[in-house]
């Protein structure tokens, strides 16, 4: 006589060993049945599931905040490796759900990594079990995996829509902030860490790289962020460092965290967000780059200023390389070719006495067919700069206030600009609404016969020229507008900035780099192959930038002269 399915349930429930198996993620916290979900919820149901059919628990594995996308869940794990060492031979979850939301994974252990193993799988509320056959398993699983997918989008869109809000929605802060306990998508300054990034961002805008930065971070014994998080109660995370050496770990910072802190827009107020590219079930892809994230300004208080920390961006693009003997040159970053576009490097020359030359990168690494030389003394570099900052700052020292009217002058006439540009973007919009109006009217007239396909088909032309030719002023009008706000009170910028100079007595890579944007050395080679070379020098701030132009040949020739005599 054939024995039933409940005779061989009682025979068989004295064998089994159960592993009760548990899983939430953020997911299903943030779903609506987030509750119904929770741990102690499941283990409860089970629980009393196996007490009912006579089975025994052996252990409960939990997964808390784990993704069911992903077979890497410690608990997961270890409840496999037990099955493999025959202390479980049953697994039982709430739903079929909970082993996981990958289809493929999923099914893979129920029909054959289980019965592989002599293990018998469970799903409660699926009544799916191994041990009898199911056949809408698989379909289950198909679902389980698009509802993952579901609730994946529907995550990322929520952060997109606070990103756009300009909300910060970090679970740690940024260094030198703190969350606003009122509202934690706001940032507040942070008084402790705070002076530790305004002296960064200084060392960064007087031309330092993250290796100084480091080094005197270290020197000044200054807890790295990760100490100071911990401290926090934000994480309980520890460096590789602070492993090898508990004492003095926490005050070796790593390069990469400066690199990033230096091109954080969050410093100078903004909320920059969706940095990085996702996809589903494989997770962080690559990094974004700066020019893709979501910038909202104004966002909170600031701990360096917009100019200071554009700055820093010129200095961080310009990539300086060091010399030999790991310094840097006095005008690293910001003397540049005017033909190639790329950095002229100093070297040292091969001659009797050798002096220190700038040369056109480009020329160097491949030769005279994609650039000239544009060569120029390190010495007569220097001299030039030099004397061209105490005049500018003495000249606007003996007439500040001539200076400041100017300045007046010039903010004037930028807002009147900027007036100019906004009529004409609105007046070219209020156009192209007339054109748009214009072409559906055309059709009407094309289609009840007043009009010819001829006729139609000219006026659509010409319409459509007249359109984009407005598009392409407003993008123009608008680019212009963009650069007449970010100068507004550059004037008054430049006189407070350029006064102090007045008195100098040598150049150091701090006053460059908080004067200068950039020095543009062009070269141009005769038919008889005389080589003239002239200069520009392009000041931050200064509102009209009116770069004087230096010929080094002339200057070279005279000088030669001069020591002749």
């Not at 890497?72 to 025959?86: A, G, M, T, V």
């Not at 102090?500 to 040598?506: F, L, P, S």
Request: glycine share 4%.
């Amino acid at each position: 006589m054939r024995m039933s399915n409940e005779q061989m349930e009682d025979l068989l429930a004295s064998t089994y060993k159960v592993g009760v198996y548990c899983r939430l993620s953020k997911e299903d916290e943030d779903s609506r049945e987030g509750e119904s979900q929770s741990i102690s919820h499941q283990r409860e149901i089970i629980e009393g599931f196996c007490k009912k059919k006579g089975w025994r628990v052996e252990d409960v594995y939990v997964d808390d905040g784990y993704s069911g996308t992903t077979s890497n869940r410690p608990s997961l794990q270890r409840l496999l490796s037990d099955i493999e060492e025959k202390r479980i031979n049953v697994v039982v979850t709430k739903d079929y759900s909970r082993l996981g939301r990958d289809n493929l994974f999923t099914e893979q252990l129920r029909e054959i990594w289980f019965p592989k193993h002599n293990c018998r799988y469970v799903a409660i509320n699926d009544n799916i079990d191994t041990m009898y056959e199911d056949e809408y398993a698989p379909f289950k699983a198909v679902i389980n995996s698009q509802y993952s997918k579901d609730i994946s989008k529907k995550v990322h869109s929520s952060y997109l829509n606070q990103a756009e809000k300009g909300r910060y929605t970090g679970v740690v802060p940024p260094f030198g902030y703190l969350k606003d306990p009122e509202d934690t998508y706001h940032l507040v300054i942070d008084e402790e860490t705070a002076p530790y990034v305004r002296q960064i961002f200084d060392w960064a805008l007087d031309g330092h790289g993250t290796a100084f930065i480091k080094r005197h971070l270290e020197e000044n014994k200054v807890p790295c962020p990760t100490w100071w998080n911990r401290k926090r109660g934000f994480r309980n995370h520890f460096t590789k460092w602070e492993i090898q050496d508990p004492e003095n770990g926490k005050y070796v910072w790593d390069d990469s965290v400066i690199a990033d802190m230096l091109i954080n827009p969050v410093y100078y107020g903004a909320v920059a967000s969706q940095k990085k590219n996702y996809k589903f079930k494989v997770g962080v892809i690559n990094e974004k780059k700066p020019e893709e994230w979501i910038v909202v300004e104004n966002t909170h208080e600031p701990l360096v200023d917009q100019d200071s920390f554009d700055i820093i961006q010129q200095k961080i693009a310009s990539r300086k390389c060091s010399r030999g003997d790991g310094t840097y040159s006095l005008f690293a970053g910001l003397i540049k070719c005017g033909e190639c576009g790329k950095a002229l490097t100093i070297r040292k020359t091969n001659a009797k006495h050798p002096q220190d030359v700038y040369a056109c990168v480009t020329y160097n690494r491949h030769g005279k067919h994609h650039c000239t030389q544009h060569r120029v003394e390190y010495d007569m570099l220097y001299d030039i700069v030099f004397d061209e900052i105490k005049r500018l700052a003495k000249q606007t020292v003996d007439a500040e206030e001539v200076a400041r009217s100017l300045a007046d002058a010039y903010e004037h006439e930028r807002e009147n600009q900027k007036e100019l540009l906004e009529r004409n973007i609105a007046k070219a919009r209020s156009r192209i609404e007339t054109l748009d109006r214009m072409t559906s009217k055309l059709y009407e007239d094309l289609l009840s016969g007043r009009i010819t396909e001829n006729i139609f088909e000219s006026m659509i032309e010409k319409t459509k020229t007249e359109a984009d030719d407005l598009e392409k002023q407003i993008a123009e009008d608008e680019k212009s507008l963009s650069k007449n706000d970010s100068e507004s009170g550059n004037a008054r910028k430049w006189i407070d900035l350029i006064k102090d100079y007045a008195d100098i007595t040598e150049l150091d890579a701090d006053t460059l780099n908080r004067l200068i944007n950039k020095i543009i050395v062009h070269e141009e080679i005769t038919e008889g192959g005389d080589r003239n070379i002239s200069m520009e020098i392009h000041y931050n701030f200064r509102p009209t930038d009116e770069s004087k132009t230096y010929n080094l040949s002339d200057m070279a020739a005279a000088n030669s002269v001069a020591k002749a005599m």
